[in-house]
């Protein structure tokens, strides 16, 4: 039998010898190693402006690692174990370096500096609970400053296709279901079919771009969900549906959104469900009639930060509550000019971003701007 390589096939591999070459130019790439310090001083300049050296692009800002997670994460590097590589991107037009993954590393080191986080459930080095870093001994915080992260640059020949490609694959590699997959999964119920079907609404889609990374993975429900939650339980933020009550401060915002699933899966009736799909719809239509850019944060932004849609959906439906027939007929400088030093953004952060204290205050800034600039 001949091995011989049949002629259209030559001309395949020869198309795919290209194809390959031309792919790998666009992900140019060579390793560094920068100190913590240097990495978290970039990440933390100029951030009243949003114009960090070392920046977390839109569609990876929500902060997730718990108390528990960040504190192990600090704990094995003072214990000198191996870090997973930090991938960053250079971005042609500014030069600055976007975080393709890593981003809640790189916000753990500066909770972690800025004494934000103090270290907890530790068990290996458990003498260290409780402790912050300005507390420790001088020399172990030099230690930690001068510790190198070996990071991977991205040269500025990958566009923003090749990184929101790249995350995908570096998280999609072992990736966890999202928790509104396993919301799906679990919680089934009325209420819980009612907000995947909210999530469908053609206005809120309009208003709502999805990044690449959430793509089919259900945010639009995640969001259509957080609404409802942080609208009903404002402003305490607290589920009084069994006999402990479910505070938001105790939990944290993935397991009170679950609580608050079950809640509404036990006592949702046709009538609370007409009442929501009202509300929902009437803050839908406001915001398209009197936010230039929707839900988004920028105009030419291609996903929805979390924490600005949860500001402007719910601070616009209580608005609502309190003045239903609310006309803006301009919005205030802050949100006219795009301008990103606002007062709105500044309960936002980079950290605790779900802190029931920072989301009220944003929700209020909302609200209160939307009624002391109506007609």
Known sequence: MSNAVQPNRIDLIEEQEEQIEARRREIDYNTREFTIELIVSKYLEKDDDDLSEIYVPEYQREFVWDITRQSRFIESIILGLPIPLIFVAEIPETGRLEIVDGSQRVRTLAAFMTNQLQLNNLKKLASLNGFYFKELAPSRQRRLKNTLLRTVVLSDKADERVRNDMFDRINTSSLDLTPMETRKGLYRGKFIDFVFECGKNDIFLQL???????????????????????????????????????ELERTGLGRFLDEYVIWKNQTFSHEEQERKLRDFERMLHFVRNTFPSGFKKYHNSDATYRPYFESISVGTHLALQTKPDLVVKSLWPDFETNNQTSNFLIPIGRYHTHKPENIRQRIDYVKDKLIGYSL
């Open 208 to 246: 709502c771009p999805i990044g690449n990374y959430f793509q089919n993975r259900y945010e639009e429900a995640e969001l259509a969900l957080r609404f409802f939650a942080l609208a009903e339980t404002y402003p305490i933020f607290c589920i009084s549906h069994s006999e402990n009550n479910v």
